[in-house]
């Protein structure tokens, strides 16, 4: 089967959706598809990733104002690619994003008589306000909900990546089918890491008790939650540490948060990580996982944690609800600093807690294999573009 991907976002811009769409890229492409991947140039200068391949096609972008994370590729050069791309025939198309990505993807796939299929991401309802504050929020939700709608229904069939989002989709009025497909770990997210070397190089002593956030530093993560939650784990655990593991456009007001708070030296913030050697390092170094997203379509750097046998405490919202509900290798809190607070210094003082749960987090993460869930997308894929017969 030939698959063709159009994304307005892929590494080196590091996010859920960059990982979603390589982690299945990889998996189809080992069961035998080819997958041709549609994405934006990014300047030399940003974060390092390995060399292209043939199968990904960049597009000239140019910079996004107020974020200088993203990319807005060239509609001439995105329609361009298409067309030089076209003749190849491909069996579907599917979008990963809602910007040019949609527009693009909706119209090959119309010119070309294709199936068309897109994952819906990001609750963009909930993301709106941030980066764009003079919109009224009410306005802003009703416009993202709008949106969502009309673009869903444009399509074959959404892909939403948990219950929560389904949901929600259904709730906006999309009339189209919905399939539930998370996104999987591939197999080198269970290559244990290497924690020990990790806080030596970090300068962290062997037993200080380590906290961690891996993600996007974006006012929708509510990294501030777990901030402020340090002024009540340094009241519990004075010599606590909590890392923070990415860049983002809320990095600079964390910083001045912690520093306002006096927490500062509770608090680090490590910025990126490559995802291989460096971050499996990162996670098998700490004693607790924290995440306090309340808008997550998934949470797939909860199963990464869980993956390097490191307990998580989460807030049970949205998508994370599918990966926190069976209460394997997690405990739940509910949106209070005190309450979290309080879950996380149980795992910290009570280590035969702690042990037990880290073998029940590697344990349940194994069951969520990036090979099975890829089987299952191609499974979709087979029913929107059955092979031709002899």
């Known amino acids: 089967m030939r698959i063709l991907k159009i994304s307005d976002v892929y590494f080196p811009r590091v996010n859920g ?10 998996d189809l492409h080992a069961l035998g598809h080819e997958v041709v991947l549609v994405a934006p140039q990014y300047p030399d200068s940003g974060p390092k990733q390995p060399a292209d391949d043939e199968s990904i096609v960049r ?5 996004v104002p107020r974020d200088p994370e993203d990319r807005a590729m060239s509609w001439t050069g995105l329609r361009k690619t298409l067309t030089q791309l076209g ?20 119209r090959f796939a119309r010119e070309f008589n294709t199936p068309l299929v897109a994952t819906y991401h990001t609750l963009f309802e909930e993301y709106l306000h941030h980066y764009v504050p003079m919109l009224p929020r009410a306005f802003g939700r009703s416009a993202a909900r709008r949106l969502s709608r009309s673009q869903c229904n444009q399509l074959d069939t959404v892909i939403a990546p948990s219950q929560a989002m389904h949901d929600a989709l259904k709730n906006y009025g999309v009339d189209k089918p919905i399939e539930i497909l998370p996104t999987g770990l591939p197999e080198e997210r269970f290559r244990l890491g290497d924690g020990a070397a990790f806080r030596n190089r970090h300068g962290i002593p062997p037993q200080r008790p380590l906290l961690l956030f891996v993600g996007r530093a974006a006012h929708e993560k509510n990294i501030g939650f777990l901030i402020d939650m340090m002024c009540e784990m340094r009241r519990l655990e004075p010599t606590a540490l ?4 990415g860049e983002g456009p809320a990095a600079p007001s ?14 680090r913030f490590m910025g990126y990580f490559d995802r291989g050697d460096e971050l499996r390092d990162c996670y098998s170094a700490a004693d607790v996982f924290v995440f306090a997203s309340l808008t997550e379509t998934q949470g797939l750097v909860l199963l990464e944690a869980m993956a390097q046998s490191v307990p998580v405490v989460a807030i049970p ?7 926190l509900a069976p209460l394997l290798g997690c405990r739940h809190s509910t949106e209070n600093t005190q309450a979290f607070a309080a879950v996380v210094n ?3 003082t009570d280590r035969e807690l702690r042990a037990r749960l880290a073998v029940q987090a590697r344990q349940y993460a194994q069951s969520w294999s990036s090979k099975k869930m890829a089987e299952r997308l191609c499974s979709l894929y087979a029913r929107l573009a059955p092979p031709a017969g002899p």
């Open 59 to 63: 597009v000239a972008a140019r910079a």
């Open 242 to 245: 909590l890392l923070i593991a």
């Open 254 to 267: 964390l910083r001045a948060r912690a520093n306002q708070l006096g927490v500062s030296d509770s608090v």
């Open 17 to 26: 959706v960059s990982t979603s769409i390589e982690t299945f890229r990889r």
């Open 317 to 323: 919202r949205m998508g994370t609800i599918d990966i």
């Open 87 to 106: 003749p190849r025939k491909f069996d579907i198309v599917h979008v990963h994003t809602p910007f040019l990505a949609h527009y693009a993807g909706v």
């Open 346 to 348: 149980e795992l910290l």
